[in-house]
């Protein structure tokens, strides 16, 4: 990583961080108010939330509508880790170095505020202030609720949970974690791109593969850091798959192979990002902090 792309990194974070900060701030307080910003302000990369700066900034989007969506889709991720954390799915008691949602309050507050974050994501984007065409705006709300819902997101969370205790082969394995994990990277990418003018099917088509092939490395990524690292080291509990019993990338290849693979995916990610016209300098950023982030 250069100085020049940490600088754009931590910039790009700081007014992420600040927008849902502020977003906050109309609203009366309330315990579920509190619960809600504990999930998401607890610390995070905001990776997702980067990749909609990095391929909107490409199409010389303004930064007041990236940051709103940037801010939509982080929501909903913390939604999502609210959820995953929860008894009834992975039981996790902590999440970014912290207590976990249900640790820190209890168990239906931490339920209710993911529900609060999904639905004010949404809110955010069916508002006035999100000021772009209703056209693109409503592509915009139709491509992202897909993607995080029952044939996307979520589904891959529910197979998650089926397959616990599952030999799996490398066909169920890609498909769970291309829905789990992948779909709301896939939104982040192709979000951004539908705002602009300048745009067609190929573009998309290019850009939605860049979102999947980000989704495979994150995840081949987070499995091999799982048995790599502590939990100190990771900010959540390390060997929880294993714990658990569910099959990863690790499980299915070994650690090598995973490695191997995960490197193939960065290098055609690299190749795919080069073959499109567009400044995507901000994206090779992202990209080489996913494939090298420790934690």
């Known amino acids: 990583m250069t100085s020049q792309s940490n600088d754009w990194i931590r910039s790009a974070q700081d007014e992420i961080n600040q927008s849902i900060k502020v977003l906050f701030d109309p609203y009366p307080n309330s315990l579920l108010k509190d619960v809600m910003r504990y999930g998401v302000l607890n610390g995070g990369k905001r990776i997702r939330g980067l990749i909609v700066k990095a391929i909107g900034s490409a199409f010389k989007e303004k930064d007041e509508i990236l940051n ?29 170095g912290l207590p976990t949602c249900h640790v820190k309050f209890d168990e239906a507050q931490a339920i209710l505020a993911g529900d609060g974050l999904q639905s004010l994501a949404l809110e955010i984007l069916s508002s006035s202030n999100f000021n772009i065409d209703p056209k693109k705006k409503l592509n915009i709300i139709h491509f992202l ?7 996307g997101m979520v589904l891959g969370q529910s197979q ?12 169920k394995l890609a498909e ?95 190749e795919i990002t080069l073959q499109n016209s567009e400044n995507f300098q901000n994206l090779f950023f992202l990209i080489d902090y996913i494939f090298e982030r420790k934690y």
């Not at 929501?75 to 880790?81: C, F, G, N």
């Not at 609720?145 to 044939?151: D, P, R, S, Y």
């Not at 019993?245 to 290849?253: F, G, R």
């Open 145 to 151: 609720t897909k993607a995080i819902g029952f044939e």
């Open 160 to 171: 998650d949970m089926v397959y616990t205790n599952q030999q799996i082969g490398p066909q």
């Open 68 to 96: 709103q969506l940037a801010t939509s889709i982080e929501l909903i991720h913390a939604y999502s880790l609210i959820h995953d954390d929860l008894p009834a799915m992975d039981d996790d008691d902590l999440r970014r």
């Open 176 to 270: 769970m974690h291309s829905l789990k994990t992948g779909r709301l990277f896939e939104a982040a990418c192709v979000c951004p791109a539908l705002i602009s003018n300048d745009i067609n099917d190929k573009k998309i088509h290019d850009i939605k593969k860049i979102g999947r092939l980000i989704g495979i490395m994150y995840q081949i990524t987070d499995d091999i850091l799982d048995v790599t690292k502590t939990s100190s080291q990771l900010g959540k509990t390390s060997g929880k798959d294993a714990e658990t019993n569910k099959q990863t990338y690790v499980t299915l290849y070994g650690l090598a192979e995973s490695k191997k693979i995960n490197n193939k995916n960065y290098q055609e990610l690299k």
